[in-house]
């Protein structure tokens, strides 16, 4: 084998790693944005709480993920897209340990929150990183 169908080999096996780490990352994200709908009453039962209340835990979401979206090429482009979606997932992942670990429904609300703010890099990130990674005439696949 040439060097240069090794290189190629390489390069397309590092590709396609990446566009599953980036479309496992993005599924996580987008998941979680719609898995506490089901959970809410249970949770209402289980904090002590109100439905007015724990709907913060899906409106604090939501609100928090949008907010950062614009600001997700002006991070990229400063720090690299690469380390920002590391450490938006890695700290989407922390969130979503602390919101399991929440005692109340104030924490569950404030946990959610900072989740849905490192959330919100991850899929505008993730969309950047497959477009600069792989080459145009293979987006399609």
Known sequence: MSQTTENNSQGSAYQWFALLAIVIGTFAAVLNSSLLNVALPKLVTVMNSTTQTMQWVLTGYMLASAVVIPFSGFLGDKFG?????????????????????????????????????????????????????????????
Request: glycine share 14%; charged share 10%; no cysteine.
């Open 81 to 141: 897209y690469k380390t920002i979606f590391v450490v938006a997932l890695t700290g989407f992942t922390g969130g979503s340990l602390l919101s399991g670990l929440a005692w109340n429904d104030t924490s569950l609300i404030m946990f959610r929150i900072v989740q849905g703010l490192l959330g919100g890099l991850i899929m505008p990130l993730g969309m950047t990183i497959i477009y600069t990674i792989i080459p145009r005439h293979k987006i399609g696949t």
